[in-house]
């Protein structure tokens, strides 16, 4: 069982940035496609990002497109994001979470696509 823990949440300005980790247990981090979520009070959990197993395909939400960009350290056992040029449409609790089918080859999109979520770290935009 994998286990995933965020940081770099924090309180950044219009136009800030912010780069999250998640840190993965376990020696099989590097066979599966990972992703991040987020999920504002009162909203559904939506897509942010998502990485394939090895990093050659990455998705990214037509909101975090051009804004974040989406890694991964294999060797390390975790992913990050970097976010750029932050919006107060960008609060919220962001997940790391990874993908269900080892050798997954694209990116998935999907809540359903993820089978074990980290605790989540908060990101506040002040405008």
């Known amino acids: 069982q994998v286990q995933l823990v965020e940081s770099g949440g924090g309180l950044v300005q219009t136009g800030g940035s912010l780069n999250l980790s998640c840190a993965a247990s376990?020696?099989?981090?590097?066979?599966?496609?990972m992703g991040w979520f987020r999920q504002a009070p009162g909203k559904e959990r939506e897509f942010v990002a998502s990485?394939?197993?090895?990093?050659?395909?990455?998705a990214y939400a037509d909101s975090s497109k051009g804004r974040f960009t989406c890694s991964r350290d294999n060797a390390k056992n975790t992913l990050y994001i970097q976010m750029n040029n932050l919006k107060p449409e960008d609060t919220a609790t962001y997940y790391c979470?990874?993908?269900?089918?080892?050798?997954?080859?694209?990116?998935?999109?999907?809540?359903?696509?993820?089978?074990?979520w980290g605790q989540g770290t908060q990101v506040t935009v002040s405008s």
């Open positions: 376990g020696s099989t981090f590097g066979v599966y496609a």
């Open positions: 990485l394939s197993w090895n990093g050659d395909h990455t």
């Open positions: 979470a990874k993908g269900s089918t080892p050798g997954f080859l694209a990116a998935p999109r999907t809540v359903g696509d993820f089978d074990s």
